[in-house]
């Protein structure tokens, strides 16, 4: 009965920062598979970055450099750093933790994930 609430989006403009909290209830994010994804508008949906289960961050290429994931144990948050945002950043974005024993964490991978966020938008303007 675990739930993430994702907070933090809004509208920037080009070359802005942002930064996404995902706030975890039901369960604690250690040891977790967790990670960011995003959907525009007419898109799939797509990894953004995560953390696996031994605390390595994998991203996608497309925010490499310019996004960070980190974690506060103590507050059980999820956090996504956007900086140097572009247009083609805009979307909806989704945390998202797996909690099951023994699964193979693909942080990029949608499959990888049991719970999941109901979003938050981010816009960018050029």
């Known amino acids: 009965q675990g739930q993430l609430v994702e907070s933090g989006g809004g509208s920037v403009q080009a070359g802005g920062s942002l930064r996404l909290s995902c706030v975890a209830s039901?369960?604690?994010?250690?040891?977790?598979?967790m990670g960011w994804f995003r959907q525009a508008a007419g898109k799939e949906r797509e990894g953004v970055g995560g953390i696996d289960r031994d605390g390595w961050p994998s991203y996608a290429d497309s925010v490499k450099g310019r996004f960070t994931i980190s974690e506060d144990y103590a507050k059980n948050t999820l956090y996504l750093q956007m900086n140097s945002l572009k247009p083609e950043d805009t979307a909806m974005y989704y945390c998202a933790v797996d909690t099951r024993i023994g699964r193979r964490c693909r942080v990029l991978l949608q499959s990888s994930y049991n719970y999941w966020g109901q979003g938050t938008q981010v816009t960018v303007s050029s």
């Open positions: 039901g369960y604690r994010y250690s040891r977790n598979c």
